[in-house]
């Protein structure tokens, strides 16, 4: 019993610590949630209003525009999937890569060659063990990314977007990241960054009987075009990693907050059996006291007579 007594205080000590590291990982996890909803919240607007700027831009022109109109035969796709540098965030990577993968799936049944880019080390991970190609990665900064990470990341897109396909470029580019809608919400979501549905985007604006104004271009549409096309690209990928750092942050902090409240009531539970094997230790010991009493009384009883 007392070997048992000695295992269950040896779990009770190790299960404490884990809990003591769960809390803290959980309360890190929920400040920086707010300092992430804060960023997603400021950069939303630009990124809005900057995706409306070109539906402007190429609802009142006929200039063809990788930005703005879709290939006649569109044969290549290039695919950027954000992930997470660490774990401990339930299912937020692997719903990204799954919805990743159905989007290559779709994109390969209709025919196109995927390019795939990656962001976090997660993702590199899940495609380097499985030896799929990457044709692009980026790590260490998905915590907290900065305008500059975006940048980084959109360079190589753009600059695929504007190549011919023959030469290694793309007709179209995808986006998949967690789409954060609150704190016990987060949803991986696909979205065609290049080129820009017009129709839809319009749809999808509030005030979606606006009549747009008559513009004049100089010196061309597809100048403005060029100018709005890094732009465009970058906010959209800003705004999409701050998303994903959100729903990343808010992931962890259910994760462990779960975690915390497993480990307490794994606490309790090895309590009570340390406490019932300490119990038995004792009425053990009472047993063997009171029946080494009796022995030595009979033993004496007998010797007197």
Do not use: C
């Not at 290559?104 to 976090?120: N, R």
């Amino acid at each position: 019993m007392g070997a048992q007594l000695r295992v269950y205080k040896r779990r009770i000590r190790s299960v404490t610590a884990t809990k003591k590291i769960t809390k803290a990982m959980e309360m890190i996890a929920a400040s920086r949630v707010v300092k992430a909803q804060r960023k997603v919240a400021a950069s939303t607007p630009y990124a809005t209003e900057l995706t409306r700027a070109v539906t402007a831009v190429g609802t009142g022109s006929n200039t063809r525009h990788p930005l703005t109109t879709e290939a006649d035969n569109p044969t290549r796709a290039a695919v950027l999937l954000l992930s997470s540098d660490r774990g401990l965030a339930g299912a937020f990577n692997s719903n990204a890569i799954k919805a990743a993968e159905q989007l290559t799936a779709k994109l390969e049944a209709d025919g196109k060659q995927v390019d795939t880019y990656i962001v976090g080390r997660r993702g590199v991970a899940h495609y380097n063990f499985r030896e799929r190609t990457i044709s692009g990665q980026w790590t260490g900064f998905t915590d907290e990314p900065e305008y500059a990470d975006a940048k980084q990341v959109a360079a190589p897109l753009i600059e695929a977007i504007e190549k011919d396909t023959a030469e290694g470029g793309v007709d179209e580019l995808h986006i998949v990241y967690t789409e954060f809608v609150s704190m016990m919400t987060q949803t991986a979501v696909q979205a065609q960054l290049l080129p820009l549905k017009l129709d839809e985007v319009a749809a999808e604006s509030p005030a979606k009987d606006e009549i747009l104004p008559l513009y004049d271009f100089e010196p061309s549409a597809e100048d403005v075009l060029d100018a709005l096309l890094p732009r465009y690209v970058e906010s959209r990928i800003y705004n999409a990693l701050l998303q994903s750092a959100a729903s990343k942050h808010a992931a962890t902090r259910r994760a462990m907050k779960s975690a915390t409240d497993n480990a307490g009531e794994l606490i309790e539970t090895l309590s009570r059996l340390a406490n019932a094997a300490r119990q038995a230790e004792i009425t053990q010991e009472i047993s063997e006291i009171v029946g080494g009493a009796g022995a030595l009384a009979d033993a004496t009883a007998g010797s007197d007579s």
